[in-house]
């Protein structure tokens, strides 16, 4: 597709539960992002991923919180031990280098946490 | 700290014109994004400021006044169809092009 993808678009789990969410950017685009959005906030960055450097951690919130990136492909964002308060809309963006003005971005996978 | 503020909910009338403000503190400044979300959408790029003045983009323009860490979205000729969020990010300074972003601004645009 012409644009970046998520999956799913919609996850609903448990408490304590593991959850795997997919982002496939644009092809050609070296730099990903991930970003989460709470109901009535801002997004809040998480991690960066650039080519074969290493990636930016600093927002990630929590050791239960890790991402991965094959290459210059698909990245899986993967919570660990699910909590209430990870609920929220979770946006990847892709973006041709590193400086580029503009991230492209992904529909959002909605995680619910019960 | 990184803050950057701007008003939560605007409700204007097709056809005229509203200001969207916003203004920001952030360690470094390497630019001023704007993007546009409709609900249950991806955001989408509207505008991009990185020195001061007014950028025009048809309907939309943005200005940037970055001694006083400020920047607004201007629409014009508002539609039903800019009834949206719009929200105001800031890349600061460092290796990453990550972007720090306001709550963003429920625009209501009313027949």
């Known amino acids: 597709g012409a644009g970046v993808s998520q999956s799913p678009s919609n996850k609903v789990t448990e408490k304590g539960k593991d959850v795997e969410l997919r982002c496939d950017p644009i092809?050609?685009?070296?730099?990903l992002y991930w970003y989460r959005q709470r109901l009535g906030q801002g997004l809040e960055f998480l991690i960066y991923?650039?080519?074969?450097?290493?990636?930016?951690k600093s927002g990630l919130p929590s050791d239960r919180f890790s991402a991965e990136r094959t290459g210059e492909s698909v990245s899986t964002l993967t919570i660990q031990r699910t909590q209430q308060e990870d609920s929220a809309v979770y946006l990847c963006?892709?973006?041709?280098?590193?400086?580029?003005?503009?991230?492209?971005f992904g529909p959002g996978t909605r995680l619910t946490v019960l | 700290g990184q803050n950057i503020d701007q008003p939560t909910e605007m409700t204007a009338t097709e056809g005229a014109i509203v200001q969207i403000n916003c203004t920001y503190q952030?360690?470094?400044?390497?630019?001023l994004f704007w993007y546009q979300q409709h609900a249950g959408e991806a955001p989408t790029f509207l505008s991009y400021?990185?020195?001061?003045g007014l950028e025009e983009k048809g309907r939309f323009s943005s200005f940037l006044s970055r001694s006083k860490g400020y920047s607004y979205l201007l629409l014009k000729e508002l539609q039903m169809k800019d009834s949206a969020s719009y929200l105001c990010?800031?890349?600061?300074?460092?290796?990453?092009?990550?972007?720090?972003f306001g709550t963003g601004t429920l625009l209501a645009v009313q027949p």
């Open positions: 963006a892709s973006s041709f280098q590193t400086f580029n003005n503009e991230q492209f």
């Open positions: 092809s050609g685009h070296t730099a």
């Open positions: 991923f650039q080519g074969n450097s290493a990636p930016d």
């Open positions: 952030t360690s470094g400044f390497n630019g």
């Open positions: 400021n990185v020195l001061d």
């Open positions: 990010a800031v890349r600061g300074s460092g290796a990453t092009n990550k972007l720090i």
